[in-house]
């Protein structure tokens, strides 16, 4: 049972440079979200997407967006990099309409520096 | 607005004690609670996951309570091992649609 997998598992990027991140979900699962993990921080939610649509959104500027395709898997952009979007990356599955009863799946994280 | 917190912020302890960790909330109306683990630089991996409906969820050594009329979970570990040793991250999950509020995490260290 393949479990949610990210690509790239580290990158490094300059100041107002793009990066694309890239999450496939648990087999099975057709939810994705993102986060975005500071270091010795809780993670912060990004936005998730459900049905290739955006379903809910956290406190991130527009430069963060993000795609969801057919095969539910997504992508994470990140535009016009500042040095303080080093982090670690999560993508996170579940199955939408089990309500509170599904539990979240992360994947091993993308972990980005900016310079 | 929920908040999450998490005491200790870390803790060591020899190998084999039990140990508590703590979580706390300020908003009873939570859905679910889940505990993750996350080892350095990792992502995160689901331990236990706590339906509002229930008071306590156990997998293998480990043992979750919640009470929300106190705003109050716990993590409860039997027979501490070195492999033990992590991040370990409370969630509350506000509704159905999993918006999520997190704590920062207690960094349990378990010495040989």
């Known amino acids: 049972d393949a479990g949610v997998t990210q690509s790239p598992t580290h990158l490094i990027k300059t100041r107002g440079q793009q990066v694309t991140l890239r999450c496939s979900p648990k087999?099975?699962?057709?939810?994705v979200s993102w986060y975005q993990q500071a270091l010795g921080q809780g993670p912060q939610f990004i936005f998730q997407y459900y049905e290739e649509e955006e379903r809910q959104r956290g406190n991130f500027p527009d430069r963060f967006s993000g795609h969801q395709f057919p095969n539910y898997s997504s992508e994470l952009n990140v535009n016009a990099l500042l040095l303080g979007d080093s982090a670690l990356y999560l993508c996170a599955s579940r199955l939408w309409g089990t309500g509170g009863a599904g539990e979240l799946f992360f994947g091993e994280g993308s972990r980005l520096t900016v310079l | 607005k929920q908040e999450v917190t998490q005491i200790p912020a870390a803790l060591s302890v020899p190998e084999g004690e039990n140990l508590v960790l703590n979580c706390s909330f300020t908003d009873s109306a939570i859905y679910n609670l889940q505990w993750f683990r996350q080892d350095p630089g990792k992502g995160l991996t689901s331990l236990l996951l706590i339906q509002s409906s229930q008071r306590e969820q156990t997998s293998g050594r480990l043992n979750a309570s919640l009470d929300k009329s106190s705003g109050r979970s716990t993590l409860y570990i039997a027979a501490s091992q070195p492999g033990d040793s992590a991040t370990y991250l409370c969630a509350a999950i506000m509704d159905s649609n999993y918006q999520l509020i997190w704590g920062a995490g207690t960094k349990l260290i378990i010495k040989p």
């Open positions: 087999s099975g699962h057709d939810t």
